[in-house]
């Protein structure tokens, strides 16, 4: 066995000598550089109702400038008209606020006086710690006007109800003292609209921690409405004559709240897969588990796993820690459990595999998970084994440890009563025969020693049924058993007449299950109603009517 010598002194050391250089000139390049982020229409309108619908821009996706510190912000508008095409004396610079509701908006334009300051002094200017960000007004064709105390800078959003839809479409100059009813017919050419089209108007106020949009009343002023520069109008169509039943969010505000409850969802999601790389969700099946299900919940396989005991363990700790865990929740001490890790069959089946080794319980969940676990999701599925002696107190697992044992799980059809039922499992040797477990499996179903019973494998259900008649006399490994294999048996009818029963043997049941009442389980991911259940269940026994004596 090979070791793997460390490198050589001198390579470590070249190797952090260089690391130290790398952070000496980003550090060198931070006091002598400032970084400038500039936001457009452009980026407004590529953003809002696509990657964005609430505020104005992401500044981690508009154009950046890494700008000497000393260079005059005079001279960076000529960067800006190289980069832009647009001419300096077409550029107006407004420095952005964050507000007290956590909005992020323009707050005021930078004035002359600022503008022939270094882009260094500019930066203390606007508060800024890091980088200064910019909104680039593009006043083409006309220089800016000089601005008074009484305008005010407005960004326009506007709504469609009918294809649930927000866009950014631009921006307005408007004095304090008007009123939103002089702007209408500039919105409506904005928006694309007829000039006699009626349009309704709402304030985008703040989304943090809940959606705030108002509607505003056109007839009364922009400072009566408490406009500021930076603030959004979102308007739409009127839909005050039209039933407001065809749209699922008909005006603004409910759509922001849409919008909002989605992030909301989507940021949970991202919240449980970040913890998922903390955490492992265990799913522990038992014994109980199987016989609650098996004939009620389910018919085919073994256990339904989102129905049984789950456990969210830190990917760290040990699995013989997890153990512990699981015997104060089940009574059941370390020393009496074994584990099987699950798997998922090419014929589409999911049975126990194999048990888990020593070696593999020392490891941490996470170590586990990730070996068992192909599918790369958060979870690990486990059968838990305990062996009980006749005072149902546990007993030590016995030792599996030769390929010779095979984990049988086993089901009771009845069918007079049409019921199938999990009756337990057995450890079998894979040279011995059926033969040799009857009088055992006759003790489980609580029958007399000389039933004659017929056995069964439950092979798979997907895409159809396949259950085989076992012959008893050819070996366990003859008839190709497993572990996690599954055998069903019931009374033998072979002399009695097979007509006073819809569904004679466990075939003809699995498959009238699978064509009808396994369909239940599946109809709905809601909880049905209880008049809806019994709906569903009366059709089932139309599908499947009980077979009369006369009729056969």
Not at 50 to 69: A, G, Q
Not at 207 to 218: L, T
Not at 453 to 479: A, Q, T, Y
Not at 534 to 544: A, T, W
Request: charged share 30%; with cysteine.
């Amino acid at each position: 066995m090979s070791l793997i010598t460390p490198p050589p002194i001198d390579i470590r050391l070249k190797k952090e000598q260089e690391e130290t250089e790398i952070k000496r000139i980003a550090v060198l390049k931070a006091r002598l550089y400032r970084i400038i982020k500039v936001a457009r229409d452009e980026d407004l309108g590529e953003q809002i109702g696509k990657e964005i619908y609430f505020d104005l821009v992401n500044y981690d996706k508009v154009h950046t400038f890494s700008i000497l510190k000393c260079m005059p912000f005079i001279q960076f508008k000529k960067e800006v008209a190289k980069a832009f095409g647009i001419p300096v004396q077409f550029q107006r610079y407004w420095l952005w606020g964050k507000r007290k509701n956590h909005t992020y908006r323009p707050d005021r334009a930078l004035t002359a006086q600022e503008e022939i300051q270094s882009v260094g002094q500019l930066r203390e200017v606007s508060n800024e710690n890091a980088e200064l960000n910019l909104f680039l007004e593009d006043l083409r064709p006309f220089p800016p006007p000089d601005e008074t105390k009484d305008d005010i800078l407005l960004f326009l959003k506007l709504y469609d109800p009918l294809i649930e839809k927000i866009r950014y479409v631009g921006r307005l100059s408007v004095k304090g003292s008007g009123k939103p009813l002089e702007i209408l017919s500039k919105l409506k050419e904005l928006a694309g609209f007829s000039p006699d089209e009626e349009i309704e108007l709402f304030e985008e106020l703040q989304f943090e921690p809940n959606v705030m949009c108002e509607h505003i009343d056109s007839n009364m002023s922009f400072h009566f409405s408490g406009l500021l520069d930076g603030d959004i109008i979102c308007f739409q169509k009127s839909v005050r004559n039209q039933c407001s039943e065809q749209y699922c969010f008909p005006e603004v505000p409910s759509f922001l709240e849409y919008v909002r409850n989605r992030q909301e969802q989507k940021e949970q999601k991202g919240k449980e897969k970040a913890e998922a790389c903390l955490y492992t969700m265990i799913k522990v099946a038992r014994d109980e588990d199987l016989g609650e299900q098996i004939g009620k919940e389910i018919y085919l396989d073994l256990v339904d796993h989102d129905k049984v005991s789950t456990f969210c363990i830190q990917n760290q700790m040990p699995f013989t820690q997890f153990k512990e865990e699981v015997a104060k929740a089940f009574g059941i001490p370390v020393q009496f459990q074994r584990y099987w890790l699950w798997a998922k069959r090419q014929n589409h089946t999911y049975r126990p595999d194999r048990a888990l080794t020593a070696q593999e319980e020392i490891q941490s969940v996470g170590e586990l998970r990730e070996v068992s676990n192909k599918w790369n999701n958060a979870e690990l599925k486990l059968f838990l084994e305990v062996e009980l002696c006749l005072d149902l107190r546990p007993l030590y697992p016995p030792g599996k440890m030769i390929r010779e044992e095979i984990l049988l799980f086993f089901k009771l059809y009845d069918p007079l009563k049409e019921k199938i039922r999990y009756v337990g499992r057995l450890f079998v040797k894979g040279s011995g025969k059926p033969l040799e477990i009857l009088a055992k499996l006759n003790e489980l179903a609580g029958f007399s020693p000389d039933e004659e019973i017929e056995l069964f494998e439950e092979i798979r259900f997907e895409p159809n049924v396949m259950c085989e008649h076992i012959d008893k006399k050819l070996s366990f490994r003859g008839c190709h058993l497993e572990d996690g294999d599954i055998i069903c048996f019931q009374k033998s009818l072979r002399n009695q007449g097979n007509e006073q029963y819809r569904f004679p043997e466990v075939p003809s049941f699995l498959k009238y299950v699978h064509n009808n009442r396994q369909v239940v389980r599946f109809r709905s991911l809601e909880k049905p109603k209880e008049d809806e259940f019994s709906l569903e269940l009366s059709l089932i026994d139309r599908l499947g009517p009980r077979r009369t004596t006369a009729q056969a």
